[in-house]
Nanobody
Framework: VQLQASGGGLVQAGGSLRLSCAASGNTRTITATSWHRQAPGKQRELVAAISSGGNTNYPDSMKGRFTISGDNVKNTVFLQMNSLKPEDTAAYYC??????????WGPGTLVTVSS
């Protein structure tokens, strides 16, 4: 499975961005897709996850401003980010998990929120 993330960029605080994660290859094996982020000097953290059946999961710290959704026809998962804050500045990565326990990471897309 190959992943390509896009949609990052520079936005002012309070603004919105929508990230996309497009999967190609053996996409039928994908059971879940998740978005993670890593800010400079910090550990990578989970932002949101969605199963192939559409069930979503968010850590408590991410609830309210982030929404994950998927388009199974286009094999693309989206992350809608609203009311962005400077502390949301990070590299955002998508990851897929497959039925046989493998995980694949995308190359990441940079989000910068200015104050």
């Amino acid at each position: 499975v190959q992943l390509q993330a896009s949609g990052g960029g520079l936005v002012q605080a309070g603004g919105s961005l929508r990230l996309s994660c497009a999967a190609s290859g053996n996409t039928r094996t994908i059971t879940a897709t998740s978005w993670h982020r890593q800010a400079p000097g910090k550990q990578r953290e989970l932002v949101a996850a969605i199963s192939s059946g559409g069930n979503t999961n968010y850590p408590d710290s991410m609830k309210g401003r982030f929404t994950i959704s998927g388009d199974n026809v286009k094999n693309t998962v989206f992350l809608q980010m609203n009311s962005l804050k400077p502390e949301d500045t990070a590299a955002y990565y998508c990851k897929v998990s497959t039925w046989n326990g493998r995980e694949y990471w995308g190359p990441g897309t940079l989000v910068t929120v200015s104050s």
